[in-house]
Each structure stands twice: as structure tokens, then as C-alpha cells.
């Protein structure tokens, strides 16, 4: 038997893999056929409470309900038996994000450190969004729709929209997401799709996890909360009224975690897609769209959201820009639109700068402590492997499947963020992922 708490020479020597290149995820071709039902989906979750809103005689109302459809997005592509539980939980927490921001936006109206709170906000709610996303492993679309609903809420409270009608038309688009959700499992079990539970750890586990300094969930909270800090101060310093927009720009770029390669690239993308963006905006806000027609273009900016945020972000973000704008920031726009979209230019790159530092200065060898720390939990967790029994082996080896994975992305982190360092550790690292696989593949046969 494998001693898991002795390291041992590995057998053999495994090279480093072929790295992602930044042009390679700059000029990602996504698979657009693929997200196409995901994309209808989205539109749907939006589109019938929304059209349905206006038909009541609520136009401005109905713009809220994508508040809680975005909920919708956490349910694509996961397992069937837990997608609508999923949903469920990401529209709670959609709607608390909700009446934080609108609540906040319509108590600081027209006072003089608003801009000051409004910043605090959302970096904590950055910082809390971003833990237990990269905490729980959640994957696309990850924390950036918690806080770009509590911004759009808070902006629009801030405009003077009523604070109860925001949360209610918000409760709408996740009944709307719930119904398009389930309709999905339905549509999905009749093609056979299976009902297995998702070989993954309990969300304590997960949660628990998260908690240690050397873990790559704190390490991504400590960089958001000081990017997001320092963008929002800056802004506050300059005068900003919407400092809330440089905060989301840092983060899209660090909430996921990235190493500095896919960092890099999620900053250019963030600029680049949000110039365009802007260009779009414009252009809609130009024809004064109103009451049905503002409904479908929404819809189809939700529809083009999901087909890029997981192939290319610039796309995404080129119509996330004008979905928010539309739904939060126009309404309360402070000015004209020309100086609205100047303010977000220039908050955007503030925000993009931030991130793209702290990416580079903040916990800076974090990734060194995080193989070591994710290599300890996996010989930790086989050890207890070996010595189960079968009532609890099944837990154990998703537990230590999710350790692998872990080590395995510490390991990627090191070869983009310190390949020379990582070269003489590679061949250890995996040769403990293999004996890790080979004990999973092992219980799965008990």
C-alpha cells in the first residue's frame, strides 16, 4: 500500500502540457450551435414575464424581471437532478442582491457620501459572491450577475424607481427562470437524460474548504476585495457617480479566479467588449425603444449573452453592456446619455487596470502555496480512502475527486503563472494525480 503522507521519487517523468496562449483565448471561436437552447432559454426566462408586464400596463416595471431571470444561467448544463435546485438558490440570492442594491440606492438618494456607500456595497457583495462561487466550483457565468444586479437595482432605486416594485418584478423573472428551467429537465429526462446524483462533495465540504488562507477561494476574495476597493475608491476620489461600474469591471476579471494568462486576457476582453458595447448601446438607445420593442431587444441581448459567456467574453461582454444600461443605468441616467457612456469608459478602464495589478501583486506566490496545500488534502483524503469502509468510500472518493481537480487546477496555475518553477515539481505533481485516479477507479469497483 501507498503511503499518502510520504512523498515518494515518481516513476516517471511527465512534461509540461502545452500552455494556453493569450491569442488563443483573445480570438476563442465558441461553438454557437451548442449554446443556441441555452440562448432561447434565457430569452424566454426574460421575455414572457416581461411581455406579459407591459401587457398589464407596467413597461418600465417589466425591465426588472432580468434581474431575477439571469437566475436561469446558473442551471445551464448542470445534471438534471440538481438544475432546478440551482436556479432556485441563484434566484434567492439574485433577490437578495436585488433589494441590498435597491434598498441602499433609494436610502442614500440624494445624499452626499452615496457614491461612498454605494462602492462599499458592492465590494462586499463582490467579495462574498466571488468566495462561494470559486468556493462551491459553480462555473460560468460565476459572480458577476449577483453584482451587476445589485448595481442595476441600486441605480435604479437611485432614479427613483419604487424599491418594493424593483424586488416584485425581479420575483417575477425567477418564477419565469424556475418554470423555463423545469420545462428543460422535462424536455431533457424524455431524451433519456439519466437522474444520478453529481459525483461531487456536499456544499459544507466545499464551503469548509474555502475557509483556509491557503486556499484558492480566499486567495480570489483577497484579490477582489482589494481590487474592487482600490477601483472604487478611485472612482469615488474623482467625483464618479456610478464608482459601482469600475468594481464590476475588476470583477469580471478576477471573480473566477483565473491564473495571470486567462487574467490578462479577461481584461482586454472586458475593454474591448464594453468600447463595442457602448457602440451598441447607442445605437438602441437611439430608437427610444419602448413597451414590446424594448422587451425583444432585451431578449435577444440575453439570447447573444448566453450563446459568448462561456467561447468568448469580449462578445458577452459587447451585450451585457447595453443590457445593463438598459435595465439600470439609463433609467437613471445623471446627464446626458454622451456623458453616462464617458462615465462608464472611463470607470471600465479604471476597473480593468485595478484587476489587471492585483492580478500580478496580490498574493503573488499563492499558487506555489496552493499546490502544496491541495497536494496535502488529496494524500490526506486517499489515506482515508484506503482505510473506509463501504458505507462511506462513495463520499470519500467524490471527496477526493474534487481534491484532484483541485490539485490538478493548482498545478495549470503554476505551469501559466511560474512555469520555470512548477518544471521541477511537475513530474511529482502528477504522479500523485495518478495514484489518486487509480484509487477512485478502484473504489468505484468495490
Request: proline share 4%.
Amino acid at each position: 500500500m501507498f503511503q499518502w503522507g510520504v512523498s515518494s521519487e515518481p516513476a516517471h517523468h511527465h512534461p509540461l502540457p502545452a500552455l494556453t496562449r493569450l491569442r488563443s483565448l483573445l480570438f476563442a471561436r465558441p461553438a454557437l450551435w451548442s449554446r443556441a437552447e441555452s440562448g432561447l432559454k434565457s430569452a424566454a426566462a426574460f421575455g414572457i414575464p416581461a411581455a406579459l408586464a407591459v401587457a398589464a400596463g407596467h413597461p418600465h416595471e417589466a425591465l426588472f424581471a432580468t434581474f431575477g431571470a439571469f437566475a436561469v444561467l446558473y442551471g445551464d448544463g448542470r445534471p438534471i437532478r440538481v438544475r432546478t435546485s440551482l436556479v432556485a438558490i441563484a434566484g434567492a440570492a439574485l433577490l437578495l442582491a436585488t433589494w441590498l442594491g435597491a434598498a441602499t440606492g433609494h436610502a442614500v438618494l440624494g445624499r452626499a457620501h452615496a457614491p461612498l456607500v454605494m462602492a462599499a456595497l458592492l465590494t462586499a457583495v463582490a467579495a462574498l459572491a466571488a468566495w462561494v462561487v470559486t468556493a462551491l466550483r459553480s462555473g460560468p457565468p460565476g459572480a458577476l450577475f449577483f453584482v451587476l444586479v445589485c448595481s442595476a437595482a441600486l441605480a435604479a432605486a437611485h432614479g427613483g424607481a419604487p424599491v418594493g416594485r424593483i424586488v416584485e418584478f425581479a420575483c417575477y423573472g425567477v418564477v419565469s427562470a424556475l418554470a423555463v428551467t423545469a420545462a428543460s429537465v422535462l424536455a431533457d429526462r424524455l431524451r433519456g437524460a439519466g437522474w444520478e446524483r453529481p459525483a461531487v462533495p456536499s456544499v459544507a465540504y466545499r464551503l469548509r474548504r474555502g475557509l483556509s488562507p491557503h486556499s484558492h477561494a480566499l486567495t480570489t476574495t483577497a484579490r477582489v476585495v482589494t481590487a474592487c476597493g482600490v477601483a472604487g475608491g478611485i472612482g469615488v476620489a474623482i467625483g464618479s457617480l456610478r464608482p459601482y461600474w469600475a468594481i464590476i469591471a475588476a470583477v469580471v476579471i478576477l471573480a473566477n479566479g483565473p491564473d495571470r494568462v486567462r487574467g490578462h486576457a479577461r481584461a482586454i476582453h472586458r475593454f474591448a467588449g464594453t468600447a463595442v458595447g457602448l457602440v451598441l448601446f447607442a445605437g438602441l438607445y437611439a430608437l427610444n425603444p419602448s413597451g414590446y420593442m424594448l422587451v425583444a431587444l432585451l431578449a435577444a441581448l440575453m439570447f447573444a449573452i448566453e450563446l459568448f459567456i462561456v467561447g468568448n467574453y469580449a462578445v458577452a461582454v459587447l451585450f451585457i453592456t447595453p443590457t445593463a444600461l438598459l435595465t439600470g443605468g439609463a433609467g437613471a441616467a445623471h446627464g446626458s446619455t454622451a456623458l453616462m457612456m464617458r462615465d462608464r469608459f472611463i470607470e471600465t478602464i479604471i476597473g480593468v487596470t485595478v484587476a489587471a495589478v492585483c492580478l500580478n501583486i496580490v498574493a503573488r506566490r499563492a499558487h506555489r502555496r496552493g499546490l502544496w496545500w491541495t497536494a496535502e488534502r488529496v494524500r490526506a483524503t486517499a489515506a482515508r480512502l484506503e482505510s473506509a469502509g463501504a458505507d462511506s468510500a462513495r463520499d470519500l472518493a467524490d471527496s477526493l475527486n474534487f481534491e484532484l481537480t483541485g490539485h490538478l487546477n493548482a498545478g495549470m496555475d503554476c505551469a501559466h503563472n511560474d512555469s520555470a518553477w512548477v518544471r521541477d515539481h511537475w513530474d511529482e505533481h502528477m504522479a500523485l494525480v495518478g495514484r489518486g485516479r487509480d484509487l477512485v477507479a478502484a473504489t468505484a469497483t468495490r
